[in-house]
C-alpha cells in the first residue's frame, strides 16, 4: 500500500508542478459553470436541481480524462524512464493503481470544487440531494471507466498525441453505443444490448438518483479489464521469446478474468430490483401501497404495453423505463400480473384487436433526419385489463414535454400513480355487489330504522320498496348481508331515540312543516367498523335503493372507485337574442380530465334540492346564480357527513363587449351566505401580491425607429405565485406541491366563534407583500406602473387563500325549515330535514374559481407547464383528501415533482451566478497555493543548518 500512495504522490507532484493541475481545474471549473449558467440557462429554467451540470458530464469527461492520462505511461517509453520502472522490485499492479489513484485524485479534486453550485441551488430552492449524489457517483465511477482506458491507450503508445486521440475515440464509442441516436435505428434485442453496454446510459440511471447494483458492477468490470490490460502491457514488455508458457499462462488467466467478468454482468442484467432510491420522495420505488394493492388481486390481471419499433426519438428512451417499471410490478404482484410487450404494427391481429376491442389508434409523429423528414404512426400506449373492465393509458397520459435551452424534453410522468391509479380503477369498476360481499371476511348489516307509528301514510310506497329490496339483496348474499327493522319508539327495542343522537347523529325527521312530532326514516348500514347512513329520496326505484346500498358498501370498502359530483357552468355554446352562437368564455375541462382518470365524475343539478346518494364528494365551481334550492343541496349533503370542495369567490371573469378584452364583475347568487353561517367569509376585494407568477403581455417595443410589438413574461400581481413555505405543512391537500397560482382571488376569513369546535386550518396564504384593492380594471398599464402594471398598496399583508374544515355543522335551515319550491319540492323533502351534521363532514373552500379554469391555465402555459399541472394536482389532492383516499394521495404526493426556484428579481439571479464564478476561483486559487506552499516545505535545502550553509558549494546543494 505504501508503494501504491508513494506512486500516487509522485504523479500528483508531477501535475502541480507542471501547471497541469492548475489548467486541467480550471478548464473544467469554467466548462462545468458556462454549460449550467450559460448552455442550460439554469436562471430561465427555473427548476431547482442541478441535472443540467451533470448531463454534459459524460462528454466532457471523456477529452479531460484523455489529457490526464495521454502522458502516464507515453512519457515513461519517450523518456526511457518506463524500463527502469518496470525492473524496479515493485509490483507492476501497484505501479498500475498508484497512477490510477493519481487521475482520480484530480478527477475528485475537480468535482469537489464543483459543489458550490449545488449549494448555492439548495439556497435558491427546495433542493433533492439525492439525485445530486447520484450525480456526483456516477461522474466519479464514469472517470473511473474512462481512466482505466486512458491508462491503458497510454500504455500502447510513447506518443501522447496518439494517447490522447485514441482514448478519445473509444471512450466516444463506448458512450454513444448506449444513445438514443445509436439505439432507435436498432432492433429491439439488439438495442437493448447496446444500451447496457453504454457508459452514457448506465450513466443516467444513476444521475437521476437510483444506484443500481447492475450499473456499479458495470462500471468496475470496465475498471477492472482495462486495469488488467494495462498490466498485462506493461508485463509484456519484459517477456523473452522464451517465455511462452508464462506468457500464456499470463493471458489465458486474463481471459478468464474478463469472461468471469462479463458473465456477472450477464447475469445481473435481468436482476432489476437490487437498488436503492435516493431521490427524497422515492420516485423510483414502488410503493407499499402499490404492493399491498397488488396482493389483494383474486384473478389475474393484464399489463400490456403497445409500444412500436419505430418511434420518435424522444420516446424511445422512455419505453426501457417503462418495460422496467411494468416488470417490477409483475415481480411485486407474485405471479397475479402478467406483462406483454407488443408490437401492434408487426402483427396484425394484435393491432386489431387493440383498434376495435380497446380504442387504441397510432399516434402520428414527424421525425427527421439529414436526409428527409416523414411522417410515422407509432403506438405508445399501455392497457391494463381485469376481467372485462380495461383501461388505456396513452401517450398524452404518460409523458409530460417542456422546454429547455437545448429544445424539447420529453419525459414519464408519476408512472407508478398512472399505473397503481388504472389498476384500481380496473379492478375496483369489475366489482358487482355479489363479488363485494364474496370478499368480505364478516356479513354487512343494513339496520331500518322505522317509526312505525308516527310515519305518515305518503311514505309507506317508500318503505315497502326499501324493505323488498333489502330482503332480495339478502336472500342473494349466500349470508354475507343481513337487514333488519328496528322502531325505536318501540319500549322493547335495543336501540332507542336518544342513543340513535348521540351515538350514530341521526336526527328524526318531522312528520310536517313546523309540526313537532318527529319519525326515523333512516338506513344504516354497517360494514366492519365503518358506519354509513343512506338517506333514500321520496321518489326512489328499486334501482335507486339498490344502487345506494351498493354504493355504501363500496364507500366502506377500502379501495372500491368514488364518485365525485361536479356542479358547475355549463360549455355548451348557447344563442344570444340575434341567433348567434355564444361560447362560454369560463371552461373546465381540465379538471374534468384530471379526475376523470381515478374517479367517476357525475354531473350534479342542484335545482332540484339534492345530491344523488351514490356521490361520494361534491365540488361546487363557480356558482352563479344560485337559490336556496342549492344552498338546500349542498346543505342537506353536508348535513349527512358529506365532503364538500368549493371553488369560488365575489368575482366572475367576462369579456368586454366594448374593448374585446377580459374584465372582472361582480357575481351574483354565489355561496356567500351559505359558507358565511359555515364560519367561512369572503372579502370583497381582491388581492394583489409582488410574489406573482409571470402573464404573457403584449409590449410595444422601438426598434430603430420602427415599432415592434412582442410578448414578454410581465409581472402580474392578480395571478399570486404560493410556494411551499406559504402551505400548510401537515395537510396532504398541499403536500407535494411545490407552487400553485391563484388567479384573481380574494381573501379568506376563518370565523373563530363559528368554528371552535371544529378542526379548521388555513391551506396556503399570500406573501406578506400582497395587498387588497378594490379597483376591478384587470388591464395591466406598464407605461404608468412599470413594475407591476397596477398601483402598489401601502397595507401589506397575509392574506389566507384556502381553508380546510372538518367536523359537525349546523344546518343553513334550521330555523327556517326547507325551501319552498313547488315544482321540485314535495312535503316530505321539505320535512326530512337535517338540522345539524354528524362529526366528520368535511368542507374545503379555495378563494377562486378560476385557478382551475381552462382559459387562465391556459395563459400560464404560454410561459410554463408547471403552474397548470400543479394547480390541478391540488384540487385533486383535494378530492382524495376528501373521500380519504389517502393511498393514491401518498403515491401522487411522492412522485416526481418539479422544484421550482423561490423567486427572484433578475439582478439578484445575476449577483448569484457571480457569486458561483468568484467561489469557483477562491477554491482553485486555494488548491494551487496550498500545494505551492507544501512543496517549498519539501525543499531538501530546509533540511540544512544554517550553519553549515555557507560551507557547501553550489554542486553539493544540487547533489543533496
Given amino acids: 500500500m505504501k508503494q501504491i500512495l508513494s506512486i500516487t504522490k509522485k504523479e500528483l507532484e508531477g501535475y502541480f508542478n507542471s501547471l497541469l493541475a492548475i489548467i486541467f481545474l480550471g478548464v473544467f471549473l469554467a466548462a462545468v459553470l458556462f454549460v449550467f449558467f450559460t448552455i442550460e440557462k439554469f436562471f430561465a429554467r427555473g427548476v431547482a436541481d442541478v441535472r443540467p451540470m451533470f448531463q454534459w458530464m459524460p462528454v466532457l469527461l471523456i477529452f479531460l ?112 453505443i448506449g444513445s438514443s441516436g445509436i439505439t432507435e435505428i436498432m432492433p429491439t434485442a439488439i438495442s437493448k444490448v447496446l ?28 475498471c477492472g479489464i482495462f486495469l488488467l490490460l494495462n498490466v498485462i502491457s506493461l508485463d509484456g514488455m519484459r517477456w523473452s521469446r522464451q517465455q511462452t508458457v508464462y506468457r500464456k499462462n499470463k493471458l489465458r488467466t486474463a481471459a478468464l478474468i474478463g469472461l468471469n ?137 404518460l409523458i409530460e414535454v417542456s422546454q429547455t435551452s437545448n429544445g424539447m424534453s420529453v419525459s414519464l410522468k408519476n408512472l407508478e400513480y398512472d399505473l397503481t391509479s388504472a389498476i384500481k380503477k380496473s379492478v375496483y369498476g369489475f366489482q358487482s355487489m355479489d363479488a363485494i360481499l364474496a370478499q368480505l371476511s364478516t356479513p354487512v348489516k343494513l339496520t331500518f330504522f322505522l317509526s312505525r307509528a308516527m310515519m305518515p301514510d305518503d311514505v309507506q310506497p317508500l318503505r315497502d320498496v326499501v324493505v323488498s329490496v333489502a330482503e332480495q339483496v339478502a336472500e342473494e348474499s349466500n349470508g354475507k348481508f343481513t337487514f333488519e327493522i328496528v322502531d325505536p319508539d318501540d319500549a322493547e327495542s335495543s336501540i332507542r331515540r336518544p342513543q340513535l343522537e348521540q351515538e350514530y347523529g341521526l336526527q328524526p325527521y318531522s312528520v310536517a312543516l313546523f309540526s313537532q312530532e318527529t319519525y326515523y326514516f333512516h338506513l344504516l348500514l354497517q360494514n366492519g367498523e365503518q358506519i ?85 364528494v361534491l365540488m361546487v365551481i363557480a356558482p352563479n346564480g344560485f337559490s336556496e334550492m342549492e344552498y338546500y343541496a349542498i346543505d342537506q349533503y353536508l348535513m349527512r357527513g358529506g365532503a364538500v370542495i368549493v371553488a369560488d369567490n365575489p368575482f366572475k371573469l367576462e369579456a368586454d363587449p366594448n374593448y374585446g378584452s377580459l374584465m372582472l364583475n361582480v357575481n351574483q347568487g354565489n355561496l356567500q351566505g351559505l359558507l358565511s353561517h359555515y364560519g367561512i367569509d369572503f372579502s370583497s376585494n381582491l388581492i394583489m401580491d409582488e410574489q406573482n407568477s409571470k402573464f404573457p403581455a403584449s409590449v410595444t417595443r422601438d426598434a430603430g425607429g ?48 363559528k368554528n371552535g369546535n371544529r378542526a379548521a386550518e388555513v391551506l396556503m396564504t399570500t406573501s406578506p407583500n400582497a395587498w387588497e384593492t378594490i379597483n376591478f380594471n384587470i388591464q395591466p398599464d406598464f407605461d404608468m406602473y412599470p413594475e407591476f402594471g397596477f398601483p402598489t398598496g401601502t397595507d401589506k399583508a397575509v392574506y389566507p387563500l384556502a381553508v380546510a374544515v372538518q367536523g359537525q355543522f349546523e344546518s343553513y335551515f334550521a330555523e327556517t325549515g326547507a325551501p319552498q319550491n313547488s315544482e321540485t319540492t314535495n ?129 553539493e546543494v544540487e547533489h543533496e
Fill in 65 to 176: 480524462l484523455a489529457a490526464l492520462t495521454m502522458r502516464q505511461w507515453s512519457e515513461e517509453q519517450r523518456s526511457g524512464t518506463l524500463e527502469v520502472l518496470i525492473t524496479m522490485p515493485v509490483r507492476l499492479f501497484n505501479l498500475v493503481l498508484g497512477k490510477f489513484l493519481a487521475v482520480m485524485s484530480m478527477i475528485v479534486i475537480a468535482l469537489a470544487m464543483t459543489l458550490p453550485i449545488p449549494i448555492i441551488v439548495s439556497r435558491l430552492g427546495n433542493l433533492d440531494w439525492g439525485p445530486v449524489f447520484g450525480g456526483y457517483l456516477a461522474a466519479v465511477l464514469m472517470a473511473a471507466a474512462y481512466a482505466a482506458i486512458g491508462l491503458f491507450i497510454s500504455s500502447r503508445t510513447d506518443n501522447q498525441i496518439v494517447s490522447l486521440i485514441m482514448t478519445v475515440l473509444i471512450g466516444g464509442i463506448f458512450y454513444m
Fill in 195 to 222: 444500451w447496457a453496454i453504454g457508459t452514457g446510459s448506465r450513466f443516467e440511471s444513476i444521475q437521476r438518483g437510483v444506484i443500481d447494483l447492475r450499473d456499479l458492477v458495470y462500471y468496475l468490470s470496465i
Fill in 261 to 397: 467478468l462479463l458473465l456477472i454482468n450477464a447475469w445481473l442484467y435481468p436482476l432489476n430490483g437490487l437498488r436503492v432510491d435516493l431521490t427524497e420522495q422515492k420516485e423510483y420505488t414502488i410503493s407499499q401501497t402499490t404492493k399491498d394493492i397488488l396482493q389483494n388481486l383474486d384473478e389475474p390481471l393484464l399489463l400490456r404495453g403497445y409500444f412500436s419499433e419505430r418511434t420518435h426519438p424522444y420516446l424511445s428512451p422512455l419505453v426501457p423505463q417503462i418495460t422496467d417499471m411494468l416488470r417490477e410490478y409483475e415481480v411485486a404482484s407474485n405471479g397475479k400480473i402478467k406483462v406483454e410487450i407488443v408490437d401492434p404494427l408487426t402483427d396484425p391481429d394484435i393491432e386489431a384487436e387493440a383498434n376495435q376491442s380497446y380504442g387504441i389508434q397510432p399516434t402520428p409523429f414527424q421525425i427527421s433526419d439529414r436526409n428527409e423528414s416523414s411522417i410515422i404512426n407509432s403506438y405508445f400506449d399501455i392497457l391494463v385489463r381485469y376481467g372485462d373492465q380495461s383501461v388505456v393509458l396513452g401517450f398524452g397520459d
Fill in 532 to 616: 354509513e347512513p343512506i338517506y333514500p329520496a321520496y321518489e326512489s326505484t328499486e334501482a335507486d335503493i339498490r344502487s345506494g346500498i351498493e354504493a355504501a358498501i363500496k364507500r366502506t370498502s377500502s379501495g372500491f372507485l368514488k364518485v365525485v359530483g361536479l356542479s358547475m357552468p355549463s360549455s355548451v355554446p348557447t344563442q344570444d337574442l340575434y341567433g348567434q352562437t355564444v361560447t362560454p368564455l369560463t371552461s373546465y375541462q381540465y379538471i374534468t380530465q384530471q379526475l376523470s382518470a381515478d374517479y367517476q365524475l357525475k354531473g350534479v343539478d342542484l335545482s332540484i334540492g339534492q345530491v344523488p346518494q351514490d356521490v361520494d
Fill in 706 to 753: 420602427y415599432s415592434i410589438n412582442e410578448i414578454q413574461a410581465m409581472n402580474y400581481p392578480y395571478f399570486i405565485d404560493v410556494r411551499s413555505d406559504q402551505m400548510s405543512e401537515d395537510n396532504l391537500i398541499v403536500s407535494g406541491v411545490p407552487a400553485v397560482s391563484m388567479f384573481w382571488s380574494s381573501a379568506i376569513t376563518l370565523d373563530e366563534t
Fill in 827 to 955: 312535503t316530505v323533502e321539505q320535512a326530512a330535514l337535517l338540522e345539524s351534521s354528524v362529526d366528520g363532514a368535511q368542507l374545503v373552500v379555495f378563494a377562486s374559481s378560476e385557478f382551475i379554469e381552462d382559459f387562465a391555465l391556459e395563459m400560464s402555459l404560454a410561459l410554463s407547464s408547471d403552474y397548470k399541472e400543479n394547480n390541478l394536482r391540488m384540487m385533486q389532492n383535494a378530492v382524495d383528501w376528501s373521500v380519504e383516499d389517502v393511498d393514491l394521495l401518498a403515491i401522487r404526493s411522492r412522485g416526481t415533482s418539479t422544484r421550482i426556484l423561490f423567486p427572484l428579481a433578475d439582478d439578484q439571479y445575476t449577483v448569484w451566478e457571480i457569486v458561483a464564478y468568484v467561489i469557483s476561483v477562491l477554491l482553485l486559487m486555494i488548491v494551487g497555493v496550498s500545494w505551492q506552499r507544501r512543496q517549498k516545505k519539501q525543499q531538501p535545502l530546509a533540511l540544512i543548518p544554517l550553519d553549515k550553509l555557507a560551507e557547501i558549494n553550489e554542486a
